[in-house]
């Protein structure tokens, strides 16, 4: 069992930067895949970024940076430039694949408004 927990979320201006924080209850090197993803009102919820297998949706490329750090066992999401398309409910992802069984875990979600 993996329990993650978000941090870092707020309201901010057109232009500037956030850090979401993700913390879990295990070690993140005994995770396969961590990542986050955002869910917008009305909107599914979408791929923002993953690490380990390091990828990026399109609309956050060269703006969103993902990192973790294994002696906090926390994955991190570093926002700049951020826009008001950006708004949305943000969470963390943990999947772990154990004797071919997938099994994902999600974080409670941080907000993040990006409003002037």
């Known amino acids: 069992q993996v329990q993650l927990v978000e941090s870092g979320g707020g309201l901010v201006q057109p232009g500037g930067s956030l850090r979401l924080s993700c913390a879990a209850s295990?070690?993140?090197?005994?995770?396969?895949?961590m990542g986050w993803y955002r869910q917008a009102p009305t909107k599914e919820r979408e791929l923002v970024a993953t690490i380990s297998i390091s990828n990026y949706a399109d609309s956050v490329k060269g703006r969103f940076t993902i990192s973790r750090d294994t002696a906090k066992n926390t994955v991190y999401l570093q926002m700049d430039s951020l826009i008001p398309e950006d708004t949305a409910v943000y969470y963390c992802?943990?999947?772990?694949?154990?004797?071919?069984?997938?099994?994902?875990?999600w974080g409670q979600g941080t907000q993040v408004t990006v409003s002037s």
């Open positions: 992802n943990a999947i772990t694949v154990r004797n071919g069984v997938r099994q994902d875990y």
């Open positions: 295990v070690s993140i090197n005994s995770i396969n895949v």
